[in-house]
């Protein structure tokens, strides 16, 4: 099992910037891939971005050039660093971890944190 753990969420004003932290327990963090994903109400969930045990990164579309994920395996914590938000990226945020290779779909993930809250005001 893998515990995960989001934090850093929070209100902030369109083109402004937050870092999002998912911390893991249970595991070997170093061996997850590490998925960033977002839910609006009533939208499903989408993917924002991930992150390889090597270090590789994915982003959609919506998100490239303003947010950037990284990871710190001495501390278990994957980081979602997200700058010149728009109103468009409020959502919950969830991060995930899987085996092996990068996955940009939700059902491929084993595992998932409860998620934090991002709102972005005009």
């Known amino acids: 099992q893998v515990q995960l753990v989001e934090s850093g969420g929070g209100l902030v004003q369109a083109g402004g910037s937050l870092r999002l932290s998912c911390a893991a327990s249970?595991?070997?963090?170093?061996?997850?891939?590490m998925g960033w994903f977002r839910q609006a109400p009533g939208k499903e969930r989408e993917f924002v971005g991930a992150?390889?045990?090597?270090?590789?990164?994915v982003y959609a579309d919506s998100v490239k050039g303003r947010f950037t994920i990284s990871r710190d395996n001495a501390k278990n914590t994957v980081y979602l660093q997200m700058n010149s938000l728009k109103l468009e990226d409020t959502a919950v945020y969830f991060c995930a971890a899987r085996l092996f290779t990068i996955a940009t779909t939700a059902y491929r993930y084993d595992y998932w944190g409860q998620g934090t809250q991002v709102t972005v005001s005009s």
């Open positions: 992150i390889s045990t090597g270090g590789s990164t």
């Open positions: 249970g595991r070997t963090f170093s061996n997850y891939v």
